[in-house]
């Protein structure tokens, strides 16, 4: 399932109008960056109006699931067919140039198109639940206590294409003119990471309750483990 | 200018539907999360399709400002008074229930609605690429080298009025069933934050050139300092 098919076909609303060198349809590529993002942003129109909100997903293939409660008015739109467009963004750094001009950001985002559809069966239900928690804890489904008939029954999923977008990909330092690369300015980049701090257990969990590997060595998809105990608290190094 | 004013009026489309306790019209807690969040989702309707978009901005009282290229299509349609949603979502955590249905994530976000319009006198226009600037690096737009005519000539800015829109927060621990609190499935919170690396000079840059205190020490605003030194790599404690 997860050897990814032949490159997204380019269409007018997916072909890089300007800056083409970073744009992607390969499939590998896009998946990557799904599965590395925590949250994406869909966009929907309904009464005139058009709305951007974040949201949990997971993927499972080529389809990307989203989720909540059956009253969820987003869902509710795409379920009935409507239109959306789910972008995941993933800032990697900041890139300082000479020139304020050039300056810029690392990044890794994908946009997608399509229509979503309700999904019904039972038992793909449940795997895109499952998907969902998993993309947001890799390996969590399995330690959970599992979904009721009436937790199943009061949450909508959704199902949208992964098969109309891009990736777009931004890496390495300021490109700045060549008539300011003498000038006395530091210009470089500033690496950022989403983070994971020291997990906090939750009021009143017993004692025996060990912390899951997962929890402990959290870290996402495709990103190098910290080299430091995660937590923002001063930590002993090698030497320490 | 940064005294913020009454709170946000709610209209139709801001008001909360659902979960009320999470939703805010408060001027200062908007800007907050606008000041911290580094990049924007845009979603715009044009020909047909919703597109959503991750933006650099900047903010400046009760406007945020866009730029790019004059070429830039999403700008366009903007500058052309086409109506958007601009969202801003901060992760601080994943909050992990003992049941798979009570998983949620700890966020604070912001959604906006209106229309932008397109920036033409230079004077706000220059202060808008600087507070862009600062936005992204506090404090860089005094050491960069500023823009040229004919780099402000090429970039386009709009302003997005800070006007009608809603701030939405999560924390705290899981919420879950009273069953489910003797299973023994460990539940809690992991923290998630942008972590600095280490900043990379950019090959060329002279020695000379020292590394600024806003990139050494640099964090998002509103965030606290790190407590360790930047970086990925092993760094040695207080002890070490």
Request: proline residues 9%; negative net charge; charged residues 25%.
């Amino acid at each position: 399932m997860d050897e990814p098919g032949p490159a997204l076909e380019v269409t007018t609303r997916t072909s890089l109008r300007r800056k083409r060198e970073r744009g992607h349809h390969d499939r590998a590529v896009i998946h990557a960056i799904l599965d590395e993002g925590l949250v994406c942003h869909v966009g929907f129109s309904a009464e005139g109006t058009t709305t951007v909100l974040p949201f949990a997903y997971g993927r499972l293939g080529d389809t990307l699931y989203l989720h909540g409660a059956a009253a969820n008015h987003m869902l509710r739109v795409l379920a009935d067919g409507g239109a959306a467009s789910i972008t995941v963004t993933l800032v990697d750094g900041i890139v300082l140039a000479r020139s304020a001009f050039h300056h810029s950001m690392n990044y890794r985002s994908v946009v997608l198109f399509g229509t979503a559809h309700r999904v019904e069966d039972p038992d793909e239900k449940r795997r895109a639940l499952d998907a969902i928690v998993d993309h947001v804890t890799p390996g969590r489904s399995a330690d959970a206590r599992p979904p009721t008939t009436n937790e199943m029954r009061s949450t909508t999923v959704i199902g949208f294409p992964i098969e109309e977008g891009s990736a777009k990909i931004r890496t390495g330092g300021p490109i700045d003119d060549d008539e300011d690369l003498d000038l006395a300015i530091w210009a470089g980049q500033i690496p950022l990471v989403l983070a994971p701090g020291r997990p906090v257990p939750d009021e009143g969990l017993a004692s025996s309750v060990s912390v899951p590997d997962y929890v402990a060595g959290y870290r996402r998809p495709g990103s190098p483990p910290a080299a430091v105990p995660p937590g923002r608290e001063p930590v002993a190094g090698p030497g320490g």
